[in-house]
């Protein structure tokens, strides 16, 4: 008998047809023999709507009262689930973070999983149940809720899988696996058979949301196989593992774009030690992430810094610098919101030349502007203006030779 965890994303379950069905498939999975523990995430676009309650009452909702808030989502979908489940004849049972002791940092909405006690669900298994669990959530020291960052199901499955040592984990969603572009922006995108960790965790921190970079990097220390499929079709979908070997020897696997980038530039500091770092010391106090960073030749003993940061973030980062700016006798601050970051991405660009000038060549050849570029070992990516970024990405995994 294999133990099994599965998770189910929000449009899965969007509606109590979708719940239904997902209950059929569980229900299923165990007339075949096997143990299962089944995240769910909140039913459609639940955790959406919540924020927006939140945001018809204040612009500055307590951290806390956000994560006791959004919890309720998921908390919908676990029992409806273990409902659905009943009426096929199934013995189920739903639990809260809390209840499973996922127990986290006290970060909140953006809280790290520090430890997962498995007796709970080890003794409902024992007992016969299928167990749901919510997704997104988990309790700090001081038995507050706390939740896990968008899309933080994933993580929640992934943490389990690996601290029940499971033998599979499967994320059910949308699509049919992990494509070599978001299939929504690039019709053409192909669906890939394997990824490996880095790979993925690269997709995903430039923007590719069809898994939780923290899920992914929970699957890399715990050695968790991922396997990301629909649960609309029955359709093999992408396995995520340690890869070995290049995939296919490609240069570049995948292209990603991100619209939730904001750029930022302060004009005219001067041109001196320490400056660069009384900015960006500024923007770590205020916990503020920065992305990308460049800065211009200096002209008569001045320069300019840009750089960019998660669109979450435009609002305090703009407040710390306007500080900053004026400390500096700086000539102003711009703040840039029509920007995108483009992304191509492939491990096997380290050791195959030529990845940034394909890059550059196709952009241009479509009348692209480059504003910013940054690089990695296996990345580049390039700000450039959001209503260009389709095309971009279009353009790119066709000159990539990624289209199917
Ligand atoms: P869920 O609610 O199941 O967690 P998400 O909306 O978080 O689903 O993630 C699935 C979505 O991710 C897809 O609908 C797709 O548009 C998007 N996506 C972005 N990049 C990729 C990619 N490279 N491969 C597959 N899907 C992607
Ligand atoms: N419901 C949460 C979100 O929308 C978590 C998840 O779906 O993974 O971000
Ligand atoms: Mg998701």
Known sequence: MALIVQKYGGSSVATPERLKRVAGRVAENRRQGNDLVVVVSAMGD?????????????????????????????QVSIALLAMALHELGQKAVSLTGSQVGILTDDVHRKARIAQISSDRIRAELAAGNIVIVAGFQGMDQNNDITTLGRGGSDTTAVALAGALEADSCEIYTDVDGVYTADPRVV????????????????????????????????????????????????????????????????????????????????????????????????????????????QTAPRNGKADISFTVHEDDRERAQAVVGEVAKKLDASGVICNEGVAKISVVGAGMTSQPGVAATMFGCLAKHGINIDMIGCSEIKISCIIRADQVKEAAQALHTDFGLDA
């Open 46 to 74: 639940t955790t959406d709507e919540l924020l927006d309650l939140a945001r018809q009452i204040t612009n500055r909702p307590s951290a806390r009262e956000m994560d006791m808030l959004l919890s309720t989502g998921e």
């Open 187 to 294: 019709p053409k995108a192909r669906k890939l058979e394997f990824i490996s960790y880095d790979e993925i965790m690269e997709m995903a921190s430039l923007g590719a949301q069809v898994m939780q970079l923290r899920s992914v990097e929970h699957g890399k220390v715990h050695g968790v196989e991922i396997h990301v499929r629909s649960s609309f079709n029955r359709n093999p979908g992408t396995i995520i593992r340690e890869v070995k070997e290049m995939n296919n020897h490609r240069p570049v696997i995948g292209v990603a774009q991100d619209l939730q980038t904001a750029k930022l530039s302060i004009l005219d500091v001067p041109d001196q030690p320490g400056i660069a770092y009384q900015v960006f010391s500024a923007l770590a106090k205020e916990a503020v992430n920065v992305d990308m960073i460049i």
